[in-house]
């Protein structure tokens, strides 16, 4: 993670400061114990500063900061006489480092974008290392390139502004793990909350965020969150924040697999069920030949030509009927509305 490279990079940068030696590597304590060694790409000094260079590597993970340079300036400030561990290690925003500017994050407003947990591992590899008890580390972090990065980011909705976080909860990133995109749904949520929102607008994606901003103009960014395949974490984690009512919009493809209880609509994981969407079809009375013709079809938004003007009447409503049974109990104390969108942005039916 950016964290572990900023921790390790840290770490180094104090390491030459006191030795005026290179470094080349850096061994850190991850959380879970674990002792990990990265390379430390460059070393330099400047002045009563050294600053060392990680460069991050993501494995297998589609990680925007893949081959980003993590570079940390340490600089020593004799000025801890009286101060707890918090106070003896400052963090700054250096150069593609963002800054946080809405509440929710567990951060200071105006502060740094570097995380709890790299906070944490930086403090617990520097303070050992500090030449007295009265020393204090000042620990700048740069991304150079990072203000661009972010832009591919969540962040700019999180209210983190002119660059990317620092951020990691193991120090090691999980590749495509649903895990972190289930992480970063809370805090996007969170955030929304915390600036006030009572309405969480939840979507599949940017196509259907598109829609949903057109009739739900009068709401912020924030009130809008991706919840990709996610759709039941994501209620839960509105139901855990209190929202009093979620808008759930959802399009054909992910309907038919959440109409048959599958919170989680992940191609890999489940597939178009055509003799279950028969049994809706036959329970919503469409005609025979519908029914029958549900059998040749490959993909769902075929349902919207296949399916007569009468029958979509029937069958959609039903459809979105079986959603929301799956739903609702997971949102106990709010209220759920569910819109299906069709492929041209129109909201055809409510439930």
Request: glycine share 8%; hydrophobic share 40%; proline share 5%.
């Amino acid at each position: 993670t950016t964290g572990a490279c900023a921790t390790a990079a840290a770490k180094a940068a104090l390491l030459a400061l006191l030795s005026r030696k290179e470094q080349t590597e850096s061994q850190i304590t991850l959380p879970s114990g674990e002792q990990i060694t990265l390379p430390v790409a460059y070393t330099e000094w400047a002045g009563c500063s050294a600053t060392c260079t990680v460069i991050k590597e993501s494995g297998d993970d589609p990680d925007v900061t893949n081959h980003s340079r993590i570079r940390v300036t340490v600089q020593l400030s004799p000025e801890a006489s009286g101060c707890d561990d918090t106070e003896r290690v400052i963090f700054q925003a250096g150069e593609g480092v963002g800054t946080v500017s809405l509440p929710g994050l567990g951060l200071k407003v105006g502060g740094p974008a570097i995380n709890a947990t790299p906070r944490k591992m930086i403090r617990q590899e520097l303070i050992p290392l500090l030449p007295s008890p009265d020393s204090v580390a000042i620990v700048t972090v740069s991304v150079p390139g990072g203000e661009e990065l972010a832009k591919r980011t969540f962040n700019p909705k999180l209210g983190i502004i002119g660059g990317i976080s620092i951020i990691g909860t193991s120090g090691i990133v999980r590749p495509f793990s649903s895990d972190a995109f289930i992480a970063s749904i809370r805090k996007e949520a969170s955030v929304a909350k915390a600036i006030g929102c009572e309405t969480l607008v939840i979507n599949s994606g940017a196509k259907s965020e598109r829609y949903l901003r057109s009739l739900y103009a009068s709401l912020p960014p924030q009130s809008f969150v991706h919840y990709g395949n996610f759709i039941g974490e994501t209620l839960k984690i509105a139901a855990d924040l209190g929202f009093k009512q979620v808008i759930l919009g959802i399009m054909i493809g992910k309907a038919v697999k959440l109409a048959e209880g599958f919170l989680d609509t992940h191609s890999k994981k489940v597939v178009m069920n055509k003799g279950f969407l028969q049994d809706v079809a036959k329970e919503a009375k469409c005609e025979e030949a519908t029914v029958d013709a549900i059998n040749r079809i490959t993909l769902a938004r075929e349902l919207w030509e296949l399916l007569t003007e009468k029958d979509q009447n029937r069958f959609f409503p039903l459809l979105l009927q079986k959603c929301k049974s799956y739903c609702a109990p997971i949102l106990p104390d709010g209220e759920l509305t569910l819109l299906l969108i069709s492929e041209e942005g129109k909201v055809l039916y409510q439930s």
